[in-house]
């Protein structure tokens, strides 16, 4: 009985030694083949460029801009009413108009607008909003203001703004000669 104990652990001991060497081991979960996923391909208008702090695309940390996918601008083409310098009466209603185009490749919707930049208001709300118009299109800006009591020039300036309340696009304005009264 001796002799059979004695040859079972040592066959054993035969057995464990020689997987040892095999260098048999548990294989964790973590190194498991799994095959790369397919790049997916990113149009170049939304590929990230590298903040100016943060270095390359990729790198450990970096922040990452998206392009803006479209531009804003607003060109003016013309007054429709009212030219500059026209004379008017102390009080009185002045309904001018601009036409203007879309010049940007931005679409305007109801959160673009234009805000007063410089002289009066002449009783017109100093933010207004853009009539919602497409990428290349014209449109007539309206504003109906009222002249100024006291005689003198004035000349009240606007422009556009995106909905992050950035300014884009040509300044138009309405410039009048109020009179004396006599």
Do not use: H
């Not at 190194?31 to 790198?59: C, F, K, L, V």
């Not at 803006?68 to 008017?88: K, Q, R």
């Not at 009539?131 to 009591?149: C, H, K, L, N, W």
């Amino acid at each position: 009985m001796r002799v059979r104990l004695t040859a079972i652990v040592l066959l054993s001991l035969l057995v464990l030694a020689a997987c040892e060497g095999q260098g048999m081991r548990a294989t964790p979960t973590s190194d498991i083949y799994r095959p790369p996923a397919p790049a997916a391909s990113t149009p170049q208008s939304e590929q990230p460029t590298p903040n100016a702090e943060s270095g390359t695309p990729g790198e450990e940390g970096a922040r990452l801009t998206p392009t803006p996918a479209c531009s804003n601008n607003l060109l003016f083409l013309s007054d429709l009413s009212i030219p500059d310098g026209t004379l008017v009466t102390p009080g009185e209603m002045l309904d001018k108009r601009w036409q203007v185009r879309n010049g940007g490749s931005c679409n305007w919707d109801a959160d673009y607008g234009v805000r007063l930049i410089a002289g009066p208001g002449m009783g017109v709300p100093v933010q207004q909003a853009l009539y919602p118009t497409t990428s290349g299109t014209e449109v007539v800006i309206r504003m109906i203001f009222t002249a100024p009591d006291e005689p003198g020039t004035y000349r009240s300036a606007w422009q556009a703004y995106n909905p992050q309340g950035d300014v884009f696009g040509d300044p138009f304005f309405i410039e009048v000669l109020v009179s004396d009264g006599e």
